[in-house]
C-alpha cells in the first residue's frame, strides 16, 4: 500500500531547522504539499531553510 501524506507548513519548517527534513521520504511514499502551504513557506525568504528545501 502506498503511503500518501499531505502535510502543511509546519512539518516543512521544524524538519528542515533542525536537518531532519529526509524523514518526510524515508517515512511515506509520496508527499504531497499544496500550493497554500508552498506559498506559505515561500513568504518566509530565501534565508528560510523551508523555503531552500522548497525550491529543490
Known sequence: MVKLWVVNASPII???KIDRIH???EL???VVIPQGVANEILLG???DSAFLWLLK
Open 14 to 16: 521544524s524538519l528542515t
Open 23 to 25: 524523514l518526510l521520504s
Open 28 to 30: 511515506c511514499d509520496e
Open 45 to 47: 525568504g530565501y534565508a
